[in-house]
């Protein structure tokens, strides 16, 4: 049991930190004003966000969805010659 006691000083500060920080945060923020919260959120929702851009001539054709797995493109060719991907 002895051999604990090297734990007391960090339960006790944790302990203190913790009653401390709920004791201040009891107040809290108070109430909110529900009208400037929507004005504000409106205003927000307004706003252009960049990925909302109208797509441009280098963004016609959507992206592949990443998988985070490199697949290399098969060796094999259809009638036409063209390469397909087997994944």
Known sequence: ?????WLAPPVVVTVVAMAWVS???RVGRGEVDRNVAV????????KDHPGQRAPGPATTRPRDRST???VRPSRNRDDAGDVRRSA
């Open 1 to 5: 049991m002895e051999i604990l006691w």
């Open 23 to 25: 004791w201040l945060g």
């Open 39 to 46: 004005e504000r959120m409106a205003r927000a929702l307004r």
């Open 68 to 70: 985070g797995i490199a």
